[in-house]
């Protein structure tokens, strides 16, 4: 069973930076999509970003690209989503999940294609 645990959110001011990681403990990721989703207050959980499982591909909301950057670390069993240019829309718990299904080529939007979640990492952008 994969366990994921989010880090790295926090308050930032609207134009500023905030790197989360998303570290796996159990087996090894290194052979599954990597996804990052965002819940924001009253709204559904919603795709941000994913990258696959060796890393040549990726793929962003359109509300995210160009300022958020998806990456991941197979040595380390690890992701990350370095955000940039942080607006106060972006504000939300931040999730990252893994698909248990190995190799995949395509790059999964949808929350049923992920099997294991993280508890989150709440991010807050002030105007």
């Known amino acids: 069973q994969v366990q994921l645990v989010e880090s790295g959110g926090g308050s930032v001011q609207s134009g500023g930076s905030l790197r989360l990681s998303c570290a796996a403990s159990?087996?090894?990721?290194?052979?599954?999509?990597i996804g990052w989703f965002r819940q924001g207050p009253g709204k559904k959980r919603e795709f941000v970003a994913a990258i696959s499982w060796r890393g040549e591909s990726t793929d962003y909301a359109d509300s995210v690209k160009g300022r958020f950057s998806i990456s991941r670390d197979n040595a380390k069993n690890a992701g990350y989503l370095q955000m940039s240019s942080l607006k106060p829309e972006d504000t939300a718990a931040y999730f990252c999940?893994?698909?248990?299904?190995?190799?995949?080529?395509?790059?999964?939007?949808?929350?049923?294609?992920?099997?294991?979640w993280g508890q989150g990492t709440q991010v807050t952008v002030s105007s």
């Open positions: 159990g087996p090894t990721i290194s052979g599954s999509t």
């Open positions: 999940a893994v698909d248990r299904r190995l190799f995949r080529s395509d790059l999964p939007r949808a929350e049923r294609e992920y099997d294991f």
